[in-house]
């Protein structure tokens, strides 16, 4: 019985999300946007963002593989997907579906749940890290062409919150690799005041086998740091062709300024960034001199996509 509730609670939840997305988003002028498109463009598309959740996968394929040879890789590429819908159509920057992917690893592939934690938390970091390093870049990009509003100081002001924010991931890796757990200090904390143990304890044995993986593994943390570099590399270059296929002649510089709202939308605590995306793109666009619309019909155009690929991880999610 409580088996057969816990696979309810998903079903509905999956299915509620995905209703939801479908009635939240703009369908009609997503479909006018992809009517813009030619067949052998919607494909170029699709390959290019596959190849990119190929790469993420790959970073955590990696990380699970120092330890676990034992570990395939396609199974995982539907898990990663099931994640991003579950993340995508979930409020927060980009997470949510991260305790997908640790009932994958021990249902499938009889990882401990510690074990599979700490894959799931090194595989994290690392995203935010890659994540933060083009963003740092693409703000540095935006401030030196003064596509802000602000004065100096006003903008000094308003990237200060967002900065100490940035520096989380990268700090908390290097205190790993010096052998310190954050998270278990606070663990600790909350425990010796509510006397909660179970899920607290878990997260310190997962905190400090990623932080004993850091040390052991250096050479598959850097090559998991490259591919998901690439994997960054390739979603810009995706961004880049749907303005050049929707006519809108950016240059690469742009499009990372683009792509730079984008990461910053989807900061913001809502479910698929609704609302906050169109609106950093038709900003950004108007900023650097294209009509507004032009950053509207990019947006819808990436609405349209990333619906189209949670979808198919919510669907995944269901058959756990």
């Known amino acids: 019985m409580k088996t057969w ?10 299915i509620g999300l995905f209703i939801w997305a479908l009635a939240a988003a703009p369908l009609a002028e997503i479909w006018e946007s992809l009517k813009q498109l030619h067949l052998w463009q919607v494909g170029v598309l699709l390959a290019v963002n596959s190849a990119a959740i190929l790469l993420i996968t790959s970073r955590w394929w990696l990380i699970i593989r120092a330890e676990a ?3 395939p890789f396609i199974p995982l590429v539907g898990f990663r997907l099931a994640a991003f819908g579950m993340s995508y159509f979930t409020p927060g920057p980009q997470v949510g579906g991260e305790p997908l992917q640790v009932m994958y690893l021990q249902k499938h592939n009889h990882l401990t749940y510690a074990r599979a934690t700490s894959t799931v938390i090194v595989d994290k970091l690392l995203e935010f890290l890659v994540n933060i390093l083009f963003l740092a870049v693409g703000l540095f990009v935006v401030v030196q062409q003064g596509l802000l509003p602000f004065t100096e100081s006003q903008l000094i002001g308003s990237l200060v919150p967002l900065l100490l924010f940035l520096v989380i991931p990268p700090l908390h890796i290097s205190l790993l690799f010096i052998g310190k757990h954050p998270l278990s200090a606070i663990a600790n904390f909350i425990q010796n005041r509510t006397g909660r143990r179970k899920f607290l304890r878990l997260m310190v044995i997962s905190e400090h086998l990623a932080g004993t993986f850091t040390r052991r593994h250096p050479g598959t943390m850097f090559a998991a740091i490259l591919v998901s570099g690439l994997a960054m590399a390739t979603i810009w270059v995706e961004y880049w062709l749907m303005a050049r296929f929707l006519s809108i002649n950016l240059t690469g510089v742009q ?13 913001l605590p809502l479910p698929a960034g609704l609302g906050a995306l169109e609106a950093s793109q038709v900003f950004i666009f108007g900023a650097m001199g294209f009509p507004p619309a032009a950053g509207l019909t990019i947006s819808l155009l990436m609405r349209g996509r990333d619906i189209l690929f949670g979808g198919l991880g919510l669907l995944r999610a269901g058959k756990l």
Do not use: D, N, S
Not at 5 to 14: N, Q, Y
Not at 255 to 267: D, I
């Open 5 to 14: 509730l816990i696979r309810g609670f998903w079903l509905v939840l999956i």
């Open 69 to 71: 040879r034992q570990v």
């Open 255 to 267: 499009a990372l300024v683009g792509l730079t709202f984008v990461q910053l939308a989807f900061m």
